[in-house]
């Protein structure tokens, strides 16, 4: 738990003194631009950021997707560029290459562009897109940290000729839209409250010897983009010093919440029907089990308190029980949402399918639709509409916001005895539950829970229109929303541009 380098992610936070922007409350996504193609009527895609989710776009657009074609790849490692490039051309496409996407986008006869770089490089790259006149699909989640998404979702409310879709491919899962609305038709009652679940097997990455060499392939101030730029501390016998890996650093990514937990953030907000952000938010949890380079937690916990009801998000990345590849299940879900309700409870899992229980566990009905694989013909199908409807750029941020404040309570967190912890919300029954299962979890998993101490981050208060930490505690407060997660503008040409709030919301 002592190996990272939290007071010195925390120390990098550049936060400008001004105001806030306001969160719009309009969403009206879909404007009608100009419509797009190529003679033929295609639209032309360059896909940028092409290791590995990018690889499946690059793919899906050079010999899949109908009435898009791939014309362009990116990628600031030329060892990338050079794969992809060789796939591309086993499937009969031969696209431009590019290592810098600056260059990319001043090529006048590219449509839209599919972002599948690193988190961090999200926000401004779907920013230097619109602005560029490009249409854009950017991977979850949208940002990696609460201000810059703002800045990304108000860049599509005023470059208003192109549209934005984000990755978060549950959005395209109609079984989930039939789900919520079979809750909201009042048949099982009530929402008490949403779980989100992220029991993925993470292992060690190992440690290595500290500061790495970047393999010469990679543009390494092209890939750290708007983060600091420092070397890498990191060399796993899987993805080496740069890719990946960069998950479970502070200045890159959030840990699994922000990952894998995003999509499952989203399916659980979405049950709820809550519009913003949270009143408050209060997370605990470490890196147990292994000592290894990385930074963000392995297992954790966080309450995010809501008017309707409270959104519970539990990260584990270790198994059932040492030794064991297979995950937890509650109520039968490892990755997946839980929605009780006072009548029953509602089971999605990580792709898609929804079933309804009655609190005997009783099956209700099903939902299995199943058609989550859609959201890259979505995509195509919102150019040529001018309008997304599956994976609004707003509807994204939140829920990435929401992971950003999960880690930003944690990050403030003092390490303290599980006893203390236990202590400090028996009152909130639905923590108390979370916690008593993530005892058991630990024992399983040879943690020694008596001696074994836990991150206990401070409950934080949020002011959801302006999507800042407020409260009477001011050291905290300020600590909060200094946080590189709740605002961090940049670094000198990869700074975010401040994009003023729009009155009328548009994309
Ligand atoms: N929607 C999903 O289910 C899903 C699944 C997997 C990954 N993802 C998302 O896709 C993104 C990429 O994930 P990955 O596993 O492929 O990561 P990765 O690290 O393996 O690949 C990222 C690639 O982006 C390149 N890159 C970095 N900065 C760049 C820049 N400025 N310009 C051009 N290229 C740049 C890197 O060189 C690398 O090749 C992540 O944000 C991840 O969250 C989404």
Not at 2 to 29: D, H, I, M, P, Q
Not at 47 to 56: E, H, R, Y
Not at 140 to 159: C, F, T
Not at 165 to 185: C, H, L, W
């Amino acid at each position: 738990m002592k190996n990272w380098t939290r007071k010195e992610f925390l120390k990098t936070s550049v936060v400008g003194g001004g105001a806030a922007l306001l969160a719009g409350n309009t969403r009206l996504y879909g404007q009608a631009g100009p419509a797009k193609g190529s003679a033929n009527g295609d639209i032309r895609v360059a896909v940028v950021g092409i290791n590995a989710q990018g690889k499946g776009h690059m793919l899906d657009y050079a010999n899949k997707l109908k009435g898009a074609r791939l014309v362009a790849i990116c990628d600031c490692d030329s060892d990338v560029l050079a794969k992809r490039l060789a796939d591309c051309e086993k499937v009969g496409v031969k696209p431009e290459t590019y290592v810098d996407y600056r260059k990319l986008l001043e090529k006048k006869d590219i449509d839209a562009i599919v972002i599948a770089s690193p988190n961090h490089q999200h926000s401004l790259q779907t920013i230097w897109g619109l602005q560029a006149g490009k249409d854009v699909y950017v991977e979850k989640p949208l940002s990696h940290n609460v201000w810059e998404g703002r800045q990304a979702v108000e860049a599509a409310k005023k470059y208003t000729k192109n549209i934005v879709q984000a990755g978060t491919q549950n959005r395209s899962s109609e079984d989930i839209y039939d789900a919520i609305a079979y809750v909201k038709s009042g048949k099982v009652g009530k929402i008490k409250w949403a779980r989100g679940l992220c029991y993925k097997p993470r292992e060690s990455i190992g440690k290595s010897t500290g500061a790495q060499t970047v393999p010469a392939s990679i543009d390494y101030d092209l890939w750290s983009g708007p983060a600091p730029l420092t070397p890498p501390r990191r060399n796993s016998p899987k993805n080496g010093t740069v890719h990946y890996d960069w998950h479970w650093f502070w200045n890159y990514g959030g840990g699994d919440i922000t990952n894998q937990g995003i999509h499952q953030m989203d399916v659980a907000r979405w049950f709820l029907g809550e519009p913003g952000l949270p009143a408050s938010v209060m997370s605990f949890g470490g890196r147990f089990g292994y000592i290894d380079d990385a930074e963000t937690p392995n297992t954790l916990v966080s309450v995010f308190n809501y008017a309707k009801a409270p959104l519970i998000f539990e990260v584990r990345g270790l198994p059932m029980k040492a030794g064991m590849r297979a995950m937890d299940k509650f109520k039968g879900t490892d990755v997946g949402v839980v929605v009780q309700c006072e009548g029953g409870y509602v089971t999605i899992g990580s792709n898609g399918g929804a079933v309804v229980y009655d609190n005997d566990g009783k099956v209700l009905q099903k939902f299995a639709k199943n058609t989550l694989g859609q959201h890259r013909a979505n995509f195509v199908k919102a150019v040529k509409d001018r309008k997304v409807t599956k994976g609004v750029i707003e509807e994204c941020h939140y829920s990435s916001a929401l992971c950003h404040l999960g880690n930003v309570s944690y990050l403030l967190g003092k390490e303290k005895a599980n006893s203390e912890l236990a202590e400090a919300i028996k009152a909130d029954a639905n923590t108390k539950d979370s916690f008593a299962r993530y005892v058991d979890h630990l024992k399983a998993n040879n943690v020694n829970v008596d001696t074994t101490k836990v991150m206990v981050g401070p409950l934080l208060q949020i002011d959801s229109a302006n999507e800042v930490f407020v409260g009477s505690d001011k050291t905290i407060v300020a600590a909060a929303n200094k946080c590189p997660l709740t605002k961090r503008t940049g670094r000198g040409a990869f700074t975010i541009p401040e994009i003023k709030k729009m009155a009328v919301a548009a994309s």
